[in-house]
């Protein structure tokens, strides 16, 4: 029995170790406002650089991400750094973390 326990004493304290340790796995991208049209919701173009797998060209894909934007303050045209989260709605899956430059 004192085998068990010392081996459950030493698995929280691994699992604390671990907790302290471990890195913050949220994806973060930037990216330009497309448009601001939904409440609390802003459409968020991303473009990748990709290298064209036969071609080897730089190719960009853009992606089109929903955030969510709780003050309803970002414009069309503004470059934002969004962040992954829980599932907010059917498409929602980012928040908007900072505004990096207004649209002129």
Request: no cysteine; glycine share 6%.
């Amino acid at each position: 029995m004192t085998d068990t326990s010392s081996g459950q004493s030493s698995g929280p304290s691994g699992d604390t170790a671990g907790e302290s340790a471990r890195v913050d796995r949220r994806k973060v991208r930037e990216g330009l406002v497309l448009s601001v049209k939904m409440d609390k919701t802003a459409v968020i173009g991303v473009i990748e650089r990709v290298r064209h797998p036969r071609y080897a060209k730089t190719v960009q894909r853009t992606k089109r991400l929903y955030a969510h934007d709780e003050s309803n303050d970002l414009r069309v045209g503004d470059r934002v750094r969004v962040s992954e989260t829980r599932p907010l709605s059917k498409l929602k899956r980012w928040r908007v973390v900072e505004v990096l430059e207004r649209a002129k």
